[in-house]
């Protein structure tokens, strides 16, 4: 009893927050609070929501709240460093996050978000590990990052490639932060820039995470994000949302693997219950001769089939030896999902619903001014009222 829970407790811990989502800075229309665990792919309903959109919310987070609808931030900025766990900021503001898909596949959802509503926004990604020869005119211009001076390292050593690359996206970051308030000029439309930083993962694989030299690469990533972040605050006047969330491809895959694991397990568990219950049910019922070998047969070769789908065995044997087992629990499973989804809107329905609702307010509100002007009118002789409702009608002469 005491190993299972132990191994509940294990797959558990495994699929628990294994990332950082700092928000360095936002406005003040725009306000994060909490320590409440945010799912990466919910981040796109969070900077879409930031942004003024409707967001199609797939989960519930409390950690974000907007005071002032109509003085939302002009601008996104998300740093995204690959390969690490944890990015121990000391300003801003940091949310446990659950590294649940990849850093590409948030920005691609992301894009077609805001390309669905305005297809005219300034949507910029850069990756840093390309280099400024693979870079060459971005979208804020050309970049001409400044030479890195080898006096002023402690621990790191250009000669070295990990820690040479990461100096160099080090700089791409300083030259970005240099050209933004240049270039950029603030328009009517929401704008993103997002910034992909991959070097800090070798430095942290060739020394370790207590090591000078990764100290002093954390720091230099530190110095850069601020820049990056008053530089951007200068272009957009502090209208802006700047963040900076860690990704680490290789937990993406394992969380997969132990969510999709313990599904198969759970899915499993009571079909071989009710196996097991069928069987005994039939060896209780059946009377024991030879009449019955042939009939027993299938019965001992469905209990096979169970114990090899229980086995620890590649999934792609599991899948061909329950083929048809598997399509009955997809029909399940499918159904359930079908079942639980609410009601599909389109996008009109908003625009609608308002027209109807308006048009009925104000046509409420002047059919009864209109009665109670036609109550209070005065009945005299001059009126339309007299003139209708005299027995004799009057003329004038």
Known sequence: MLKTLFCIVAVLAAVKADGDFVVLHSPNTVQFN???????????????????????????WNGMSITDPFRLP???VVMAIEGIDSLDIPKGTRFPLNVNEGEET????????????????????????????????????????????????????????????????????????????SAIKPDSKPDVYWLVMSGLKPVYDLYGSNSPSYQEALTLLYNALNMVRDAF?????????????????????????????????????????DQEGEEKKVGDEEPSNTDYTITNEPISDTRDTTAYSDSEVTETDQDQNNMGENMNSNTQITGQEIKNLSKKYSHDYPIIFNI????????????LAICITIAEMDPGRDSIIYRMTSNRMKKDN
């Open 34 to 60: 909490g320590q409440g665990e945010v799912e990466q792919s919910l981040l796109t309903e969070v900077f879409t929501a930031a942004l003024g959109y409707t967001a199609k919310l797939k989960g519930t």
């Open 74 to 76: 002009e601008a996104v």
């Open 106 to 181: 948030t920005w691609q959802a992301f894009r077609q978000r805001l390309d669905e509503r305005d297809d005219d926004n300034i949507l910029v990604r850069i990756y840093l590990g390309d280099g400024v020869d693979a870079l060459g005119q971005s979208a804020l211009g050309e970049l001409k990052p400044t030479p890195i001076n080898e006096t002023s390292l402690k621990a790191l050593n250009l000669r070295k490639d990990e820690d040479r690359k990461f100096l160099e996206e080090v700089q791409l970051l300083h030259a970005i932060a240099k050209k933004a308030p």
């Open 233 to 273: 605050n200068e272009a957009y006047d502090g209208q802006v949302l700047t963040v900076a969330f860690t990704n680490n491809a290789s937990k993406v895959h394992h969380i997969r693997s132990v969510t999709l694991g313990r599904q198969k397990r759970e899915e499993s568990q009571p079909k071989q219950n």
């Open 356 to 367: 109807v609702l308006w048009f009925g307010v104000v046509f409420v509100f002047s059919l």
